[in-house]
Structures are given as C-alpha cells and as structure tokens.
C-alpha cells in the first residue's frame, strides 16, 4: 500500500520568503515521487520528480524538492515565493516497479502576501 | 501540439439526470486515467483505460458510473442518475504507456459537475 501525507492544508508565505511545502509517504517497495501544482480553475500541472537517480531533484519555476529515505520524505522548497506561486499544490506517489495508480495527497494550499 | 482535452468544463445537472465527461488524450498517448477531485481532498484515482479496454476500475463506485475508451473518439466518463454528492471536478490524464514507475502523467483542466 502507498499514501502521502501533506501536512498543512494552507501555508501562508510573504513575497521573498522561503516557501517549504512537507509531503511525507509512506511506501511498501521503493517509491517515485512527483510534485503538481493546480492553478484556479486549471489542470495539474508536473512540477518535478524524482525517479531514484539524483536525490535533489529541481523542477520548473524555481522549485525543488529532496528525497530523504530515512525520513521517508520529499518536501517542496523554493528560496522566494513570487506572487504568481500562489496555487495549490499536490504531493503523489507510486511505486517503482509493479502495476499500481498514482496517489495523491490532500494538497497544500500557498497563500503569497505582498 | 494539443494537452490532454477535456469537455465540458463545466456542466450543471439536477438530480436524476445524466452526466457524459469527455476526454481526449494527448496525441501519442493511448492510456487514459479518470481522477474525482471534491472539496478539501486531494485527487481520487477511479479508473485506468487503454483502447477499448478497462484496466483497472477499482476505484470507481459500483453504481451508476461507468467509462469507456472506444477504439475511435475520446474516453468518456457516465454518471446515471447524478446525486449532489456527485459535484466534483473529473480530471482525465494520459499517458504514452502503462500506469506504472516514472511514466509521468498529462492531466487535463477538468470537469466540474454541478448537481442541483
């Protein structure tokens, strides 16, 4: 079985400041990973993912998220928010081998303040 | 080169009615994918199709869904008999090959079905 977990369903953030967005999984066989991010009334959009290659995986519009097997983690960073990053963003998981289904978590919402 | 295309997006139905979401995959692909979205929760797998064939559709309710993947024209989504719990947005993604490792997935803008 696979999950994700995003904890924090807003996070708030000023223009300029670090945004950090957590995604926790939980994974029986070594696992991908992907970040999406969902604009208003738009589709997911791929903003990274990690494949088992480079731990530090960077991704379009200055994001980028490290995988860390001992905390079985892979947290979204990007060093400042712009105002346009405001959107909702989706952590998902599937396993690396085998047939299975991506899954997503819940989302976290950023929020980005002038 | 057009993304994955959804239709309508959006559709109001009243209770009783039935609801038909269209989803064109990208071209090349040949693997659809229907995901429900509601309020406050992430996305729900629900059902994964190649041509004319339903692979996986343990996510679907056993009631009044159905979808389909026809050798011609797009991939659609039925509801019979839509409840208010059916409001949600449907998003469809593609993909060139099968729903397994790194294949990433193109997603469509949605569906969002209204139920009154």
């Known amino acids: 079985a696979q999950s994700v977990t995003q904890l924090g369903s807003h996070v708030s953030v000023s223009e300029g400041a670090l945004v950090l967005l957590r995604c926790n999984y939980s994974?029986?066989?070594?696992?991908?990973l992907f970040w999406y991010v969902q604009y208003p009334n738009q589709g997911l959009q791929l903003l990274l993912k990690?494949?088992?290659?480079?731990?530090l995986v960077k991704g379009i519009n200055g994001f980028e998220a490290e995988f860390k097997k001992s905390e079985t983690s892979f947290h979204l960073t990007k060093p400042s928010a712009h105002m346009s990053d405001a959107a909702e963003y989706f952590c998902?998981?599937?396993?690396?081998?085998?047939?299975?289904?991506?899954?997503f978590g819940k989302g976290t919402m950023l929020l980005v303040s002038p | 080169n057009a993304g994955v295309m959804q239709n309508p997006r959006h559709l109001v139905r009243r209770r009783g009615q039935e609801a038909r979401l269209r989803c064109s995959p990208m071209?090349?692909?040949?693997?659809v994918y229907w995901y429900r979205q509601l309020p406050e929760e992430g996305l729900k797998f629900m059902v994964y199709?190649?041509?004319?064939?339903?692979?996986?559709e343990s996510g679907m309710p056993k009631e009044r869904f159905s979808a389909e993947f026809p050798k011609e024209g797009p991939s659609i989504l039925r509801i019979q008999q839509v409840v208010r719990g059916d409001s949600a947005a449907y998003f469809c993604?593609?993909?060139?090959?099968?729903?397994?490792?790194?294949?990433?997935?193109?997603f469509g803008a949605g569906s969002r079905l209204t139920v009154l």
């Open positions: 994974s029986s066989v070594p696992p991908y």
């Open positions: 998902a998981v599937i396993p690396n081998s085998g047939y299975s289904t991506l899954t």
């Open positions: 071209k090349g692909h040949s693997h």
């Open positions: 199709l190649q041509k004319e064939n339903i692979i996986d």
């Open positions: 993604a593609s993909s060139p090959s099968g729903a397994a490792g790194a294949n990433v997935l193109t």
């Open positions: 990690y494949t088992s290659a480079a731990t």
